[in-house]
């Protein structure tokens, strides 16, 4: 299966880490060749080919959707030009792997969900954290009825790059690249993992966004107006009774990339933190009552979700082999004729969400004032 | 200074505990004297007075406050009681130490903080979780600038004990005597501890309560209606800038007293967790950037608040010191004249936050649907 | 039961609170009543007395042993004066409490031991932390079968108080006071945990002790010489087949009182850190393989050793606490006749290890050199 | 830079992940090309070699050997065949990375060190986890004076796959294969760690070994004799000062791969656990006393060892890439000339210490044995 890849930046990165890897871990009915990778800037592309170990490059990634050898088209660019690029892919034929927010608006998305229903082609949308192994072991053990009914969910992306009010203008905090900030670029992660993780979709929100320094540093020279929200709080109610609340921030000082979620249920709990993403913790309410608490399971065994073609035991795996595991289960998928999620109709669901985040945050009627009591002497 | 406690199942434990402690570790001006103990029950008063060793007892709290030789009244019991009770005691000129919430109603609270502010006794209401030392700390380290100008606030307060829908009806869940749930119980003390540590106040809430368990069994048969909050969650803005989570849940299976705080700042970040009462971690965003984490402080040093006059560092302190810190600084206050936190005007704002995030909750108008997307096949 | 406490340091500080409090929180058969306090220097007990909440004091601890009101003498002086006071008590029938070790030297600790023997008086020795509810719940699950037969002991106690070189001479570096350095001050107590929980007793050891500052300054001027070790490692073999490693350390920059126990079997482990007292890891190996991991109990339920009469679940206990059990557990077993343990019998076992500790570590043919390879370059 | 690997198991496929990942992350001299791996089986070896990515195969180790095209053999096969092979190479003028233990004598292991002294390619033996970056970053922070002068070493290399006595004879409980057990396969690891970390060497031992379990099932019927250790514990004196004890054990039941170093020194304190591998803990004794605690860094950052060419912060690292840095290191010297670490002779040193070790365990005048004191009545 030949890739063509667009993009190569941060995620270009751990895709061809993942592409190249994928079939050395695991046995799988196709090998995946790393074909071309498609950037705007000749030279940069092509250092980005010899680094990354890419077969060929271009700087038009039209020519990956007229070449008839290539299979898959891997779509690693800013949000805004996700929907042309997929679209022009699918109605090529081609396999379309994109990564996440599907766009940065829901008609965009919409259009990709519709293109993707009628296609030939096979889609997924990349919510890598999905196929980190313990999550997998969360969605596992949620089905298995080992937590119960489900009752709280508690769900944080908490970064903090940007903390620093010197820290430079980028695509990122660009509106018209990113489509939001810190809510479509981490909140739409932690949305889609809870739903997955535990079959119930958000049926309701109410939201605060935060734009906590208005205006950065270009590196060019000036400032540039930072058009997203630097954090987004909200509450929800999801479909199967569950209620929570979802934070995601670029301001969580000293938190670099701790993607957590825990998950209180009538039977048991399940808790995690992408910063020990080798670790679950379960309670199980079912034990015997001088024994328990929260276990700490180290998501390296054989029989753990991905796990059997890698290290022994105790052998933890890195960041990018989430993105290792997307490829195994899209190669099976499209070899296959397996059902694949997240689907671009699952990615337009997280994209729903995302929209009415933003809505309620601007709704001023959702906001309830606190009277301020007269400070009287402390009697 | 001789004591009178009216109530004396958990709380009046805890104080007597304080009370009989507190002359023990600290030098101070005044000597505690448990002289008498209030309850309904003669029974069960003679027995608790023995037990926890109060010099007498009595049905009527009102002995207490006819009295000439009882200086304080120690108020711990349910909310629908404390107005009535404070009040009689602050006109008849004692000090009064009251356990939250303040009262069940706006209204109650504001007569007791009016009877406080013209009385010549002292008063105090018991949000014992300030004299943690790690809180004291953290208060400590804000105002001292350790963690810059704050952004973000995430407060939980995770408890489970009736996460089984079996656990039988008590006075707690029963609107009548306790004024709320999960909300007024332990949501108050999160309010609170982030108002102090943070020195800001809630401005608006937005809001969402849930009663998971409608009815539940009565010990003396049959079953009764659950008229209070199971959980209790709402957003925040706080009026120095910060944006705030707080989650208040009798549900949090495998939680059994997690009060949690987490603070983000320009400069740092501080976290604790009651759990781990005697612990706080620090994040210092001005370290080497080699060598930044969060630092894991075992709040038992000497210089710790409240620690001179205890074990040597490492030796822990447990939940009950929280009241001794309290009648300490209760003691003090009283023989020097000295301010007096949080008074009950202080009690009062946690009220006002308290009855706004329950409007809010009631407030259909605060919440957004999220449009479900027809599950289209998973191409 | 009339106590009379001699010696008010830090100890008698510890057990002044137990004896205070214990019952307050359990119904026992007798109530202690805190009768005398005894200490050289007038003007100190006095302040002690008044202090610790004493109803008298004495400078002659003789006088608590001829007063017939006086039916327990609680031994809370350096490990030089144990054997006379506790022999001239059991003698005079009083029961009697002495803290570890139990003597500075093999011969006293017999003589105690042979005195306890014929006594009709009750004896035991003050291993406290066996009453912390951790170490009690580990001790159940060990006999419990939970897991299996033991294969590894690793114990530590890690403290830091003297890692800096400034730090004064005190009587615990005096090895006339003290007996021995780390070793027998907190390794005594590791020992006899370990020994405890496993039901094992130490058959042989190889040891190494090291003293890193060997001078001290004296608070009065000019320095003193360090007379024992500042820290204590061996290597044991157990009666039941068990290996393990002990170090005890007062140079363990960081750790304040790090008391920790591991023990491996081979159904499971259980590993315990008393910077976090009021919790146990547990690790089932006979769990479902996907569901392993060591399980952090919060040693807080009431069905826990000692935890009936305190706090609900999650609200801890502190440091002071092993002792009211163990006041407690001595309370019970003089009313009823039961069983006490740690006897003097089994406290002087502890010291036949510790003696064995100090003759291996002066032994140098147990000791086997290195070989330096010359240093190469490196090719 | 032409690779012949020998051997294709764990370490085999370990290696290969990293000859295929390293020129992608780090801009090097020299492009590492996976041409042959050696096996002694056809059909198994032609399958590695496709699994793993190799462009050729062979089942005789020396056509990699009298290959002129093959630049570097990567010996990865058990220890009894290192130094046949590695002697070989090293005299064919090819550069060698050798798996440790370095050989299974100290004969073998001099003879290795003595023919990379005067060889014209470099060697290198391959004590991976030195080149985690949490342990780069201990070693800068002891060399840049953080933690001061060494006192204490607390080392563990805590394994558990055959702690169930049914695990099967495998060629590592084999003394012909082996060389020694837990002692050479993970105490050599920790071994060469604190040695490289603190830069001081191991100068005398006192050891002990146990093999818990005498005999184990033969996959193909019957039983073996089990020849190896199962544990092997040892206190240590370093040449700098620091006292250590060292242990290595397949039977720590739930520690799958917990390779354990503390280091306490005069002004700091290290701690790491390869079970958390991307983290580092950090005790700064020089710090403001109210903020002193363990410092969990993360161990993430571009200014960390060997992170600048991964993930951005938080986005941690697996197992795997020590061996990828290693090779990094090993690709950079070979290019530019420049010393190559842990040599041949830093291995034979380590080789050193486990002779020392198995003499120790051996030598029966090392032990001290404990009196039993009778039991007697627990009065």
Redesign the interface.
Known sequence: MRIGMVGHA?MGA?H??AW??V??VY?LPRQARMAVVAGRDETRVAAAAA???WDGHTTDWRTLISRDDIDLIDICTPGDSHAEIAIAALEAGKHVLCEKPLANTIDEARRM?DA??V?TG??MCGFNYRRVPAAG?MR??VAGG??GEI??I?A?YL???I???AAPMVWRLDKEKAGSGALGDIGAHIIDLTQYVTGQ????????T?T?VKQRPVTTGGFAQVTVDD?A???A?L?GGA???Y?A?R????????LRVEI??????LAFD??????LE????TAA??????????V??P??PYLAGW???????????AFTHQARDLIEAIATGG???P????A??VQ??LD??L??AD?S?????????P?????
Chains 1, 2, 3, 4 share one sequence.
């Open positions: 941060f751990a061809s880490q190249r890897t079939n050395r046995d680094r990354l170990g969900a993707a229903a296609a096979r889609s072991l596992q053990m080992r937590i009752r709280h508690r944080a970064q903090d790059w903390a620093d009010p979709l958000i049926s309701g929100v109410s939201a605060l935060e906590f954090a709080l909200f509450l109610r479909d209620i929570a609340t934070e921030t301001f969580a000082t000293g938190r670099r990339n701790a209180n249920g009538s039977r048991g709990s992408f910063e020990r993403m080798n670790e379960f309670y199980d309410a009552s001088t024994q328990q608490g929260f276990t700490r399971i180290l390296t065994e029989d753990h290290w022994p035991p105790g052998h933890g795996l890195g960041y990018e082999h059902d694949i999620a689907s671009f109709a699952d337009l669901q729903l969400v009415a985040v809505r309620s709704d009627s959702a906001w309830t004032s606190v009277t301020h009591q400070v009287l002497s402390g009697r």
